[in-house]
């Protein structure tokens, strides 16, 4: 037996595309959902996301509002524009959150839909760039700069696979690891059979005007054309909750996820960008959607039983 009834049936913690998609599929099986959000996507900066039929070139705030009004209709679900502090298993099988304000909310499931937020070099005037011209996925990306000249900013394995990765959308590409590169020589012979050149000169600063990259000037005092960036840098979770939870992490940073976005701990689930190495908007609704189906499955058969 329960100790108490929970508040709601399930707490969601991140309003993105996984956290919304989740809300909705739930909404639409009269379960009672609260989605805290504090309003900073990892998309924030891009101008449009790519690769959502139906929403190819929408702008990522324009897509989360058409999203939050498809749940209006749905009187079960909420979103409290709030910031979660601290999330435990509490007793009875069920999950508390903690938001700021000091308020403590319980559920019998719990979602962490929050994402990752990406390690952005420390470059001069790498934010006036960042979203317009400056990416981090080729997929989301790559179509809008194709066959432009491209600079791809990382080093060691990161740097070579991406470099190679972009041969899909460029052959003007020129791999800048500010820094030593970190490559092996047959890495180095795959880079150079694809005449992919390396600049391993510290860069000082990014040029170009309205958001458009035109060079990278170098500390040796010398400049590079380029109209665009992408590079490989790292991500990190953007919510230290599910450590604090005690979720298993795998060697990407990212949650050890199974089937239908589970985790070892019953009753917590994780989905979009803070479990998957395919990161992109759809799938992160995909997984939503998913981790949805599991937990509405997991109460039928709690209270059928």
Not at 108 to 132: C, H, M, Q, S, W
Request: proline share 4%; glycine share 10%.
């Amino acid at each position: 037996m329960r100790d108490a009834t929970p508040d709601v049936d399930v707490i969601i913690v991140g309003a993105g595309p996984a956290g919304l998609s989740a809300a909705l599929i739930l909404g639409r099986c009269r379960r009672s959902v609260v989605v805290f959000d504090i309003g900073q996507p990892r998309n924030a900066a891009s101008q449009a996301m790519h690769g959502y039929l139906t929403r190819d070139g929408v702008p990522p705030a324009e897509f989360l509002r058409l999203a939050r009004d498809d749940l209006r209709q749905y009187e079960t679900v909420s979103l409290r524009d709030e910031e979660v502090v601290a999330a435990e298993c509490a007793p009875g099988g069920c999950f508390a959150v903690t938001v700021a304000s000091g308020e403590r909310v319980t559920a019998r499931k719990l979602l962490i839909a929050t994402g990752v937020a990406d390690n952005l070099p420390e470059i001069e005037g790498f934010g006036a760039f960042y979203g317009r011209s400056i990416f981090h996925c080729p997929y989301c990306d790559g179509w809008e700069v194709r066959d432009r000249p491209i600079a791809v900013y990382g080093n060691g394995e990161r740097g070579l696979g991406l470099s190679l990765e972009l041969t899909c959308w460029s052959r003007d590409l020129v791999l800048v690891t500010d820094g030593p590169c970190e490559i092996d020589a047959d890495g180095r012979a795959r880079l150079e059979r694809h005449r992919i050149a390396i600049r391993e000169e510290r860069i000082v600063r990014l040029e170009g005007t309205n958001g458009q990259l035109t060079h990278l000037a170098f500390a040796d005092g010398t400049r590079l054309p380029r109209q665009a960036m992408f590079f490989t840098t790292g991500q990190s979770q953007r919510s230290d909750l599910l450590m604090r939870l005690g979720c298993k992490f795998n060697d990407k940073g990212t949650v050890s996820t199974g089937k239908y976005e589970t985790t070892h701990i019953p009753g917590l689930f994780v989905a979009g960008d803070a479990s998957r190495a395919v990161q992109w908007v759809i799938v992160a609704a995909s997984e939503g959607a998913e981790a949805a189906f599991a937990i509405n499955t997991a109460f039928l058969k709690e209270d059928l039983e």
